[in-house]
């Protein structure tokens, strides 16, 4: 063996100090095979420390590091970084935690330092087998598919098209402007305000930078961050392909609404004047709200909350939509009674309850009620419902309003397998972290924003896009490379019996399967190396390339000696 | 010349989200924190809704990355003083209040904390437990070093100049008297608010009996008892040092005052009721409300969860909290309109989400407006809603405006997208 191992042992104050014995450490560590020298100094993540390591790398002609000190959280970074300023390939490096592990835990110093001493010897046996991995460098596209011309589709694109960066909006339909486009008026109310919308599908449309492809439809994307291709089929019928290269995807595909069938009792298509809310929308956009008989009506009731139990979930926007409706009625017709029924007022925003006093003080109704039953009594509508405390009652109205709960668009799925996008319990795309990343999915470069994530108001709908954009505009910069993940999973060719169990296992797409030969291949720009394949594979023919068996296995039996 | 430099106001969720991304593409970013650690108010959870995930670990890989980055200059105990200019070349001026410990020496072991001999009230653990002149501010402070209180200090506050206690203890030679107040001139291209929100203060609604019963808390006291890193390390015990049996929950404590829902509150409470009847699984618990604010696609069904546990929800009104002889009762007045009571060892009180105490200073500072709520102005509510009415000037998180934690995240990338955009 022609290594030299060069291991240092950090004092770290009295942290490692006063609880190891850490001249009996470099004693013992000294005669092991292969180890050239055994040092120990004060705070080697110090800058003093830093360049004390570098100069014994130069100096002692190190082929591997290895330093006992703290969590490789703190400061593992810190000296391969060093490793790699001194001219050593910094995977040729181990960092042994004897502090976090070790001294602060094991309080007898005979214990600390005997596992201490087992420690570093099975790092070092270890770091003998790591291989000098070399980070990649790729050239990425700029440009982004947008799917879905909505509201959020839109604002995305407005927000990263630029003089490097083409957008090319793909919407299925003939027209951009998604639901926003059927609205009557927006809240606060003053009228129509629904310029500001239009304003922004015309600067959609005047944008040189976005390529608007509408009656288009996604048919396949293949590739990862930085360099997507992607097939777009247009016409309805899919007779126009384009292909066009991407580095990244926003998904803004919107949403449907519940299937008032599902929900017979509120009398949707059966009686006359029960609208859901996009009718109305649309009916008050033409400027004529009118009962099937001509004239105008005289009481609405608008009911909350159909479809949420059915749904599980509370889809936020109805509340302030219906109250928004409520006021449009009495601004629009000369006389109108206006009862709103709900479950729980859902009013989390800034400026809504000040709207829902608004409504109160112009006399409209609120009433809490469940267990609602539509009838057509006599030429009106009988809405039936029951108080808490019981007590049933009902109205006579000559229009219902039903708020139906939000669903996912009816492409979700779809899309979801063309993109490969895990969709959660409600259907809609599901994040990769609830908290802390809400609009990301598990292919990198790959962002969900909007109600294609789950119901939301359009103040959210903008933001989740404008930080879709930001995620993008940070991530890939025109002319600047990205470097992939370097300990990542490689499968060797000749064990690979093409049982595609790594594939059905991997959460990032990273896997995919070579027909002609039949073997299953790891895409090394998307693979982050979390080593699920690894332990999928049945034939043992997939690798980490940085947590190897034999890595593993001398030093777990290093370890246990 | 635009700057490409970004200043971030506050090292919370969204100003630590805002800072990686705008770290990420290259631009330096100057991240200022009035506190002496960084993490705002989400470090001081147990856990977090809906899944019930630790909080201290889910933000501390941001954390250590904030602390790592080379692009983001971080200046704790930093408060902003001016700002002139505007966007691509604001001239901002920042006020940076001595540690007494330097950063770059100090390794965190503790040892300078024993032998302090003043002791004062603990902020972080919201009066709750107490904490040496010396101290970070609860176990687990990111980054791990102390900060000296001068004005506790006897030392620094004159009562014995040469006491130097900590300074013996430390190996490290990290304590240093002599450091100074600074002001620091930075020239930036833009500007993100992520000051974050206090909460509303319950004294000021005595129907509740805060302060004046000892087992009343507030919901933040609450978070800090059953924290693992809390003054009682995460044990429910009372200020009187009884284990609760029966506890009450009240929502919607100053939103008739605030005139708006906070948005968060509903979900809180059922993460305390789901923690207590876990911890306790004896307890009586009850949660009085008037709305359920639940929207969310998981939060119903944690909702249902939670009841299912035998939580009781009572929608009501009219609620006061009296203290009968040390015990306590809850008064309401149901949804039929009569009166009902709940006897409860511990009352927990869900107060609404306010602005910061200080917006207003920093609001004329910065130029722009405050909201009738008090919050800062954005631009456009619904269509831009992380632009203020100043160029270069952007907002993100709770500064703008009551909201969960996925919000703040998304609107602190969106903030930095539209930095991005502005100074590329």
Redesign the interface.
């Given at each position: 063996m022609n290594e030299k191992i060069g291991v240092y042992v950090c004092e770290?104050?009295?942290?490692i100090s006063d609880r190891i014995e850490i001249d009996r450490v470099i004693e013992k560590i000294s005669s092991v095979e292969g180890v050239k020298v055994v040092k120990k100094f004060g705070?080697l993540c110090?800058n003093d420390g830093k360049k004390y390591l570098a100069d014994e790398i130069k100096k002692e002609e190190l082929t591997h590091l290895v330093v006992a000190a703290c969590s490789p959280?703190e400061h593992e970074?810190t000296f391969m970084n060093v490793c790699l300023e001194a001219g050593l390939n910094p995977y040729l490096f181990q960092l042994i935690n004897i502090r976090e592990q070790c001294a602060w835990m094991i309080s007898d110093k005979e214990e600390a330092t005997r596992m201490a001493i087992k420690y570093i010897l099975a790092g070092i046996s270890r770091v003998t087998l790591h291989r000098p991995l070399l980070k990649k460098e790729l050239d990425i596209i700029s440009d982004v598919l947008v799917i879905g011309g909505g509201i959020s589709g839109i604002e995305a694109s407005l927000?990263l098209a630029?003089k490097n960066r083409k957008v090319y909006l793909v919407e299925k339909k003939e027209s951009i402007g998604g639901m926003v486009k059927n609205f009557s008026a927006?809240l606060p109310y003053q009228g129509s305000n629904l310029a500001?919308i239009e304003e922004k599908i015309k600067q959609v449309q005047n944008n040189e930078n976005i390529e608007v492809l509408t009656s288009s439809e996604v048919e396949d994307v293949l590739g990862f961050l930085g360099n997507f291709e992607a097939v777009i089929k247009s016409n309805g019928d899919g007779s126009v392909k384009k292909e066009i290269k991407i580095g990244a995807v926003v998904v803004a595909t919107g949403f449907s609404l519940f299937n008032l069938k599902d929900t017979p009792q509120y009398g949707y298509g059966k009686i006359e004047n029960v609208l859901d809310a996009l009718e109305f929308e649309k009916m008050s956009a033409s400027g004529k709200i009118l009962l099937k008989n001509g004239k105008p009506p005289k009481s609405v009731a608008l009911i909350h909350c159909v479809g949420?139990e059915e749904k599980?979930?509370?889809?936020?926007v109805c509340c302030l939509y219906s109250i928004k409706f409520a006021l449009h009625l009495q601004d629009k017709l000369p006389v109108v009674d206006v009862t709103e029924f709900y479950s729980?007022?859902?009013?989390?925003?800034?400026?809504?309850?000040?709207y829902f006093e608004e409504a109160k003080k112009k006399g409209i109704r609120f009433i809490?009620a469940d267990e609602f039953e539509v009838k057509d009594k006599a030429g009106k509508i009988s809405v039936e419902y029951k108080v808490?405390?019981g007590k049933k009652d009902s109205i006579a109205v000559d229009m219902a309003i039903l708020a139906p709960a939000i669903v996912p668009s009816e492409d979700t799925s779809k899309l979801a397998e063309i993109l490969n996008l895990p969709l959660?319990e409600?259907g809609?795309f599901k994040?990769v972290h609830?908290?802390?990343?809400?609009?990301s999915t598990p292919i990198e470069g790959v962002y969900v924003a909007g109600c294609a994530l789950?119901?939301k108001n359009?103040?959210?709908s903008?933001?989740?896009?404008?930080?879709?954009?930001?995620?993008?505009?940070?991530?890939l910069?025109p002319g600047?490379k990205i470097e992939p993940e370097v300990k990542v999973s490689e499968i060797k060719e000749e064990f690979c019996t093409g049982c595609q169990m790594c594939l059905s296992v991997c959460f990032y797409g990273a896997i995919s399967f070579d027909e002609h030969k039949g073997i299953s291949v790891v895409n090394e720009a998307i693979c982050r190396g979390c080593g699920s394949c690894v332990g999928s594979c049945p034939s043992g023919a997939i690798r980490s390339k940085h947590f190897t068996y034999p890595q593993l296995y001398r030093e777990v039996l290093q370890a246990l000696r | 010349m635009k700057k490409p430099n970004v200043l971030v106001i506050g090292a919370g969720?969204a100003g630590m989200?805002a800072s990686l991304?705008?770290a990420?593409?290259?631009r330096k970013v100057y991240l200022v924190e009035k506190e002496s650690l960084i993490g705002g108010q989400t470090i001081k959870f147990e856990e977090?809704y809906?899944?019930m995930?630790c909080a201290t670990c889910?933000v501390a890989p941001?954390q250590?990355e904030i602390l790592?980055n080379e692009n983001i200059d971080l200046l704790l105990l930093s408060k902003v003083e001016q700002v002139k200019g505007s966007v691509g070349e604001f001239k901002v001026k920042i006020k940076k209040k001595a540690r007494y410990v330097s950063l770059?020496k100090c390794?965190g072991?503790g040892?300078c904390y024993e032998p302090c001999p003043i002791s004062l009230e603990n902020e972080f653990e919201e009066g709750l437990s107490k904490k040496k002149a010396i101290a970070v501010p609860c176990p687990g402070a990111l980054p791990n070093v102390p900060a000296i209180d001068p004005e506790s200090c006897l030392r620094l506050n004159g009562k014995k100049k040469e006491c130097q206690a900590c300074k013996e203890a430390c190996?490290?030679d990290a304590v240093d008297f002599s450091e100074k107040e600074e002001i620091l001139d930075l020239e930036v291209g833009a500007i993100l608010i992520a000051t974050g929100f206090d909460m509303f203060d319950v004294k000021k609604l005595p129907q509740y009996s805060y302060g004046k019963a000892n087992n009343v808390y507030t919901a933040m006291e609450f978070e800090r008892l059953y924290a693992a890193n809390g003054p009682t390390e995460g044990k429910l015990v009372l200020r009187d040092g009884g284990i609760p049996k029966s506890i009450g929950i009240i929502h919607c404590v100053g939103r008739a005052e605030q005139?708006?829902?906070?948005?968060v509150c509903c979900m809180y409470s059922t993460k305390f009721s789901h923690f207590l009847k876990h911890k306790i699984p004896e307890a009586k618990v009850c949660e009085f409300h008037s709305?359920?604010?639940?929207?969310?696609?998981?939060?119903?069904?944690f909702y249902?969860k939670t009841l299912n546990q035998g939580i009781d929800f009572i929608?009501c009104e009219d609620i006061k909290v009296e203290d009968k002889n040390g015990k306590l009762q809850v008064n309401y007045k149901n949804?039929?309109g009569g009166k009902d009571i709940f006897k409860a060892d511990m009352i927990i009180l869900s107060p609404a989400m306010t602005a910061r105490r200080d917006t207003e200073s920093l609001a004329e500072i910065l130029g722009i407006s405050q909201?009738k709520?008090g919050?800062f102005s954005t631009q456009s509510?619904?269509?831009?809603?992380?632009s203020t009415a100043v160029d270069g000037i952007f907002i993100a998180g709770c500064a703008e405006?009551?909201k969960d934690?996925?919000?703040s995240?998304?609107?602190?990338?969106?903030?930095?997208?539209?930095i991005?955009?502005i100074l590329?």
């Open positions: 770290c104050g009295p942290n705070l110090s959280r970074q927000s630029g927006l500001v949420r599980g979930y509370c889809s936020k729980d007022l859902c009013l989390p925003e800034k400026a809504d309850q000040d809490r808490a405390g959660d409600t809609f994040e609830e908290m802390l990343d809400p609009i789950g119901p359009i103040p959210e903008i933001i989740q896009s404008q930080a879709a954009s930001g995620k993008i505009l940070s991530s910069i600047k | 969720l989200e991304i705008l990420e593409a290259g977090v809906p899944n995930e889910m941001k250590q790592q770059a390794i072991c040892a190996m490290f005139g708006y829902c906070s948005g709305d359920l604010c639940i929207p969310g696609k998981s939060h119903q069904k249902q929608r949804h039929n909201d709520k919050f509510e619904k269509l831009s809603p992380v405006g009551p934690i996925p919000n995240i998304a609107q602190a990338e969106a903030a930095a997208g539209k991005l955009s590329s």
